[in-house]
């Protein structure tokens, strides 16, 4: 009993809520137009975020989100396991790098957690990620998603992400735009197109769009 006690402890010590993801206590950018309405300066501290609602956003957007970051978004209660199976097979025999986290794992990981690597912190992304998906709709935790994805360098969120590499909002956005920015997320170094390798991230689109 006392080592449950304890156990309960060692996980649960504080724990975010999870409730927390809706009301965007997260800091946000400030920012200053001139009188015509022109964007003039963003101002923020170390992550570039503009909160912006799934319903003002092109539908391709959502849809080009899921096709990249976890197609079973709809259909699984917050863990893809065939996502996991597979993501573990391609490590062991292809010996590629894979993630298996769904959207809503990703979500926890990037608002409500740390990004250290422990068996804690496995056990109480799990719990989360089930609350999660028990108290928000499948389109809140897309839209949480995108508000809080990071897109590389000081980008966070769809909505920063459109004004950094196209200088227009995200409801402006085409596809083919949208199709490279949503593949951003699974490695925004490595396939962003101002890195090293702009094919990659010309590759990612494609495969995105596919």
Do not use: C
């Amino acid at each position: 009993l006392l080592i449950g006690g304890l156990l309960a402890v060692w996980i649960f010590k504080d724990l975010p809520s999870p409730t927390r993801l809706s009301s965007y206590p997260f800091p946000s950018s400030s920012l200053i137009y001139d009188r015509n309405g022109k964007l003039l300066y963003e101002i923020y501290a170390e992550k570039n975020r503009v909160p912006v609602k799934l319903s003002d956003l092109p539908e391709y957007i959502k849809w080009a989100t899921i096709a990249s970051e976890d197609k079973n978004f709809y259909r699984h209660h917050g863990f893809d396991y065939g996502g996991i199976l597979r993501a573990a097979y391609n490590i062991i025999f292809h010996r590629t790098l894979q993630g298996g986290s769904t959207i809503t794992q990703q979500l926890v990981k990037n608002a409500l957690l740390t990004p250290e690597r422990t068996l804690r912190r496995k056990i109480r992304e799990t719990i989360l990620t089930y609350a999660t998906e028990v108290i928000y709709s499948k389109d809140k935790i897309l839209e949480m998603y995108l508000n809080q994805a990071p897109y590389g360098g000081t980008s966070w969120g769809i909505q920063a992400a459109a004004q950094t590499y196209f200088a227009k909002d995200a409801k402006d956005l085409t596809l083919a735009e949208a199709a490279l920015l949503t593949g951003l997320p699974a490695s925004p170094t490595r396939f962003s197109p101002f890195g090293a390798h702009p094919e990659l991230a010309k590759q990612r689109q494609e495969r995105v769009l596919q």
